[in-house]
Structures are given as C-alpha cells and as structure tokens.
T-cell receptor
Framework: GNSVTQMEGPVTLSEEAFLTINCTYT??????LFWYVQYPGEGLQLLLK???ADDKGSNKGFEATYRKETTSFHLEKGSVQVSDSAVYFC?????????????WGLGTSLAVNP | DAGVIQSPRHEVTEMGQEVTLRCKPI?????LFWYRQTMMRGLELLIY????????DSGMPEDRFSAKMPNASFSTLKIQPSEPRDSAVYFC??????????FGSGTRLTVV
C-alpha cells in the first residue's frame, strides 16, 4: 500500500541555518505530494505541493522537488527563522479513482533558536 | 472566504456525556474530512465525505462515534457516550476535488 516516511524529530537549528527534512514515499501510479505545516495551537496549513515528477513546489522560502527516481520529496529552506518553528507533515494523495485520502507522515517538529 | 469553521474551539465534558462537534466547509468544496490528533497516535483520519456521502469511515474508532453531513455546508461528529480516551484535538478539513486540504482550527476536546 501507499506510505510516507519522514525523518524523525525534533530538529533544532539556529536562526539562518539551512533546513532539510527528508520525506520518502511508496506509491503506485502517479501520486501528488504535499507538505503541510502546523504552528502551535493551530490547524494544518498547506505549505507547498507538487503533482508530477520533477515539479518543484515552493512557498515562503521553502522548496521541495518531486523526485520519482528516488521516491522523495525533501523539504528545504536556505535560512530558517524563529517563526518557522512548527511541525511539518509530508503527505501523499494517490489520485486513484475517487480515493482522496491523504497518506500522512508522522510529522517532524522543528525548533529554531535565535 | 472565512475558511473552514469549526465549533466549539474548546469543549470540556464529563465522561458519559454526548459531545457534538460542528464543521462548516468552504463553499464549493465537495470533500470533507474529519481527523483526530493526539500526541500518542498522531493524525488519524476518522471519516470522509464526497458530495455529502460518506466514502470511507474505516477510521471511526467504534460505534460511539458517528458523523453526518446533511448538506454541503454542514457536518457533525458526535461521540456518545464520551470517554476520557476520546480527549484529543478534532480537525475538520475540506477540499475541492480532493486536492490540497484546507483545515479548520480544530476543537480541543477534554473528557474528564
């Protein structure tokens, strides 16, 4: 079946450090891939997405490239800020038929220190 | 658009009481999802609807949980009777054609 694996947290960085959060997936066909972010006390927000191989999703300085050959969708940011402290979730949508369930990773907590 | 609206934001109830959580999806969205989030189990999909029809309720933990979507602009998740282990944050999310969910702010349920 379909699955998503994220690197375990927590991840602790200093402000302006480079961020990578790894995400790999297992899926049949051509899934869509997503990164969501959850700030403390809030619901999840869509951060970026990619719907086909080699697509790059980007938003708020974050980027992720859909790599079919390595089945990966790693999240990166060149210079993190304290305000980026949150939990980040990688997710997959199989796009098969009427199935619209997102398959979620377990989330990676990021803490950015000033 | 006001986004996905959930009510109440916080609910504290005694064990054995009935709890009803409410959700108003974004207008025009045809998919609605109910999730539960806890530290122990993470994010769990409970049930989702397409055009007001339940498509997959395999995540509903037991018969104490029920969900309805009487029309395109309203859904409820009911727990009867509630138990302390039901304490969690319950999220509703909606989507157009199932791509890219928009989540509500959640209902934090505490059963004492």
């Amino acid at each position: 079946g379909n699955s998503v694996t994220q690197m375990e947290g927590p991840v602790t960085l200093s402000e302006e450090a480079f961020l990578t959060i790894n995400c790999t997936y297992t899926a049949t066909g051509y899934p869509s891939l997503f990164w969501y972010v959850q700030y403390p006390g809030e619901g999840l927000q869509l951060l970026l997405k990619a719907t086909k191989a080699d697509d790059k999703g980007s938003n708020k300085g974050f980027e992720a490239t859909y790599r079919k050959e390595t089945t990966s969708f790693h999240l990166e940011k060149g210079s993190v800020q304290v305000s980026d402290s949150a939990v980040y979730f990688c997710a997959l949508s199989s796009n098969a038929g009427n199935n619209r369930k997102l398959i979620w990773g377990l989330g990676t907590s990021l803490a950015v220190n000033p | 658009d006001a986004g996905v609206i959930q009510s109440p934001r916080h609910e504290v109830t005694e064990m054995g009481q009935e709890v009803t959580l409410r959700c108003k999806p974004i207008s025009g969205h045809d998919y609605l999802f109910w999730y539960r989030q806890t530290m122990m189990r993470g994010l769990e999909l409970l049930i989702y609807f397409n055009n007001n029809v339940p498509i997959d309720d395999s995540g509903m933990p037991e018969d104490r949980f029920s969900a309805k979507m009487p029309n395109a602009s309203f859904s409820t998740l009911k727990i009867q009777p509630s138990e302390p282990r039901d304490s969690a944050v319950y999220f509703c999310a909606s989507s157009a054609k199932g791509y890219g969910y928009t989540f509500g702010s959640g209902t934090r349920l505490t059963v004492v």
